[in-house]
């Protein structure tokens, strides 16, 4: 008799992707002429990722900040979010190798100049905004010792941004390529936010470097 064996089955079954499915661009949006398709950085990888593998890819949402947690409980197969591979996260989950190099970048209103380094926003006792459970929030808490009532984390990014152009926060501290798609005014970047476009600047230079 032939029977299909247990290990080939579990070859059959889809990985499960754990994704913010609101996280944004580059890395996982909208298609602007068809809601219901995705498209990004990230979705041509997993494309790539399950020719490879000849395997099915399902994405399973979870927040940003619970793609580890979720990954512990075996909800998810694997997690591809813009996850930076942090010293914390590294005791927690198991990284293939880097594949996007990224920097942070700090970002004010266009008519703001009352700083230009993170060390005088806190030194002015001023607010920064960020993404939950990044790593700009770990640069914020623990190299440049802002305190709880200083940082305002965010689930998302549009909110984030849009915060800091309704001046409920001083500056936005978030990873490079995000910045890009809500700061720079260049008609040649697809799908950038024209909602933010004109309205903020990059402060000082981009730092700390980090591996998705």
């Known amino acids: 008799f032939l029977c299909p064996s247990p290990l080939l089955a579990q070859h059959n079954k889809p990985l499960k992707w754990g994704i913010d499915e ?28 399950a020719a490879e593998l000849k395997r ?9 900040k619970n793609l580890i947690p979720s990954l512990d409980r075996g909800d998810v197969d694997f997690a591809m979010n813009g996850l930076e591979i942090t010293p914390i996260n590294l005791h927690k989950a198991r990284f293939t190798r880097p594949y996007y190099i990224y920097q942070l970048q700090l970002i004010a209103r266009v008519d703001e100049d009352r700083f230009t380094t993170l060390k005088e926003c806190q030194d002015k006792g001023l607010t920064v905004g960020t993404l939950d459970g990044s790593a700009a929030m770990k640069v914020l808490s623990k190299d440049y010792l802002f305190d709880d009532a200083h940082i305002k984390p965010y689930e998302d990014q ?22 890009v798609y809500y700061v720079v005014a260049d008609d040649q970047i697809e799908h950038r936010k024209k909602k933010y ?9 981009p730092m700390a470097e980090g591996f998705y």
């Open 56 to 64: 099915t890819i399902v994405r399973e949402h979870k927040d940003f």
């Open 22 to 49: 609101a996280g944004g661009v580059p890395f996982f949006f909208s298609a602007p002429n068809d809601p219901d398709a995705r498209m990004g950085f990230e979705v041509d990888l997993s494309e790539a990722l």
């Open 158 to 179: 549009d909110p984030t941004f849009d915060v800091l152009m309704n001046k409920e926060v001083d500056a936005v501290l978030v990873d490079m390529p995000i910045a």
């Open 197 to 205: 476009t004109g309205r903020f600047k990059f402060v000082g230079q």
